[in-house]
Each structure stands twice: as C-alpha cells, then as structure tokens.
C-alpha cells in the first residue's frame, strides 16, 4: 500500500495563482519530501522536511508538516506555466526506503 | 555529474523475451532502486539494494530479477516479458545530504510489451 497519498490527484490553475496540494500518510516518518516530474522525465528532488520542523520555505515553494495528522502540504506560489508537472511526496521506510505516493498533476495556464 | 544513468531509454518487447536494464550512478551511494511507474499511480518499489552485495523484494518483484553488480551498478531484468510489465522503468539511488537521505533518480526507461 502507499506510504503517502497526494491529493487533490490533478489540478488545474491560472499562471500567477498559487498551488496548494497536500500530502497523507500512515506510520511515523523522520521525513517527508517532495518531489518533482515533467512529463516524461524522471523525478527531481525539491523540498525535504524534518520530522520536527513545521514549516520550510525554498523559493516559491513552501512545505507545511503536521505530524498529529501525518499529513503535509506542498504551496507553490505566484506560478509559472513551466511548474506544469506531477507532483510527489515520499516518506522513508524501514530506514532507507523511499515510498512515494501517486502524485499530484499539476497544470498551470498561461 | 551524470548523476543516475539508466539504459535504455526506450525498447518494445514481444511477449516472452528478454532484457536487462542497465543503471549506474557515480555518487558514491551504496543504495539503490528499481521503480515502475504506471498512468495515473505513482512509484512503486520492484527490488531494491541496500548496499553493494544485498538485494530484497519491494513491493512489485513478480517477473522480476536483480543483479548488483558492484557500487555503481544494479541491474534489473524482466526473464520473459509480458504486456503487464509495460511501464515506465526508474532506477534511483539515495545517499545524504545535511544528515538527511536524499533520493536521485535516472530518466526513465519507457518500456512496451507487445
């Protein structure tokens, strides 16, 4: 089963609207990160945030964890039509383990 | 920096033959993947290898088999493919970064079963 689950599955805004998608999972994490993938392209690592952070900011991006309810959100501001992409979290298990769930496809119109 | 190189990038298979895809990376990382990501679902986990000379089962390791063959290396092999396995095919390997793990990945192998 999947570790996280992203959702909404697919979203669709206007350039210079903000993205918001969020993230679920199940057990305890030391981590979470997110992770990038243009079509066709293999994943790229954005963001990661501790188990005791609550909020991270890298650029346009801002990541939220709440450990309470294992759920995260990835906020993507002012966007761009190049940020079009599917979206993922992916939390470690067993150690070293990366489970990712099925992502968040994201289309932004210029 | 190559980074995760995987071959390779495309290939068609007829029902019951054979391949290797081929992954390396030069980063020095003792663990590595094989994903396969499907429309619409995300990364799930074939095998996998913890560090040079160990390999185990993730979630999706059915007609499936594994070699690592030193550091750089891990191999996936599909013995006798079937549609089923058509997928797109990502090779990962993760190692640290300010204390924390951080998973790399190839550019895919996009991967059809005829």
């Known amino acids: 089963s999947q570790q996280g689950e992203e959702d909404p599955q697919a979203l669709s805004i206007q350039e210079g609207e903000n993205a918001t998608m969020n993230c679920s999972y199940k057990?305890?994490?030391?981590?979470l990160q997110w992770y990038r993938q243009n079509s066709g392209r293999g994943l790229v690592h954005l963001i990661l945030i501790r188990s005791n952070e609550r909020e991270k900011h890298s650029g346009r991006l801002r990541v939220t964890l709440d450990t309470s309810k294992k759920s995260s959100s990835l906020l993507i501001t002012a966007s761009r039509a190049a940020d079009t992409a599917s979206y993922f979290c992916a939390t470690p298990e067993g150690g070293f383990k990366t489970i990712f769930g099925a992502g968040t496809r994201l289309f932004v119109k210029a | 920096n190559a980074g995760v190189t995987q071959t390779p990038k495309f290939q068609v298979l007829k029902t019951g033959q054979s391949m290797t895809l081929q992954c390396a990376q030069d980063?020095?990382?003792?663990?590595m993947y094989w994903y396969r990501q499907d429309p619409g679902m995300g990364l799930r986990l074939i095998y996998y290898s913890a560090s040079e000379g160990t390999t185990d089962k993730g979630e999706v390791p059915n007609g499936y088999n594994v070699s690592r063959l030193n550091k750089r290396e891990f191999s996936l092999r599909l013995e006798s493919a079937a549609p089923s396995q058509t997928s797109v095919y990502f090779c990962?390997?993760?190692?640290?970064?300010?204390?924390?793990?951080?998973?790399?990945f190839g550019q895919g192998t996009r991967l059809t079963v005829v």
């Open positions: 990962a390997s993760t190692g640290s970064k300010g204390g924390e793990v951080e998973a790399f």
């Open positions: 057990t305890s994490i030391n981590n």
């Open positions: 980063m020095n990382h003792n663990s």
